[in-house]
């Protein structure tokens, strides 16, 4: 089965960095665009990130452009989301989701079962 499981995120302090990692598994990564979402208290989830399935083209929601960087290692299945200059505002639960539907489900993609940063002084 599809299963991607994020890691890295935590508290830091404003301005601070943290790199997420998702780790993926149960289908052919390499074929697969990959894409962070996030979600904030009372806020819908939205799209921060966008990955091709070979990384060679990526794309970055306007808040975070110039902070954040999507990436990916097909060699070890793992997406990236490295985040500088971290903002309050960019609290969140973090989650992977890989892009296209699920071989024997209804489901258009698959998420991973989040991360929670949350940035505070």
């Known amino acids: 089965q599809v299963q991607l499981v994020e890691s890295g995120g935590g508290l830091v302090q404003p301005g601070g960095s943290l790199r997420l990692s998702c780790a993926a598994s149960?289908?052919?990564?390499?074929?697969?665009?990959m894409s962070w979402y996030r979600q904030a208290p009372g806020k819908e989830r939205e799209l921060v990130a966008f990955?091709?399935?070979?990384?060679?083209?990526?794309n970055v929601v306007d808040s975070v452009k110039g902070r954040f960087t999507i990436s990916r290692d097909n060699a070890k299945n793992t997406v990236y989301l490295q985040m500088n200059s971290l903002k309050p505002e960019d609290t969140a639960i973090y989650y992977c989701?890989?892009?296209?539907?699920?071989?024997?489900?209804?489901?258009?993609?698959?998420w991973g079962q989040g991360t929670q940063v949350t940035v505070s002084s």
């Open positions: 990955i091709t399935s070979t990384g060679d083209s990526t």
């Open positions: 149960g289908f052919t990564f390499s074929s697969y665009a």
């Open positions: 989701y890989r892009v296209g539907r699920v071989p024997g489900t209804r489901a258009f993609g698959s």
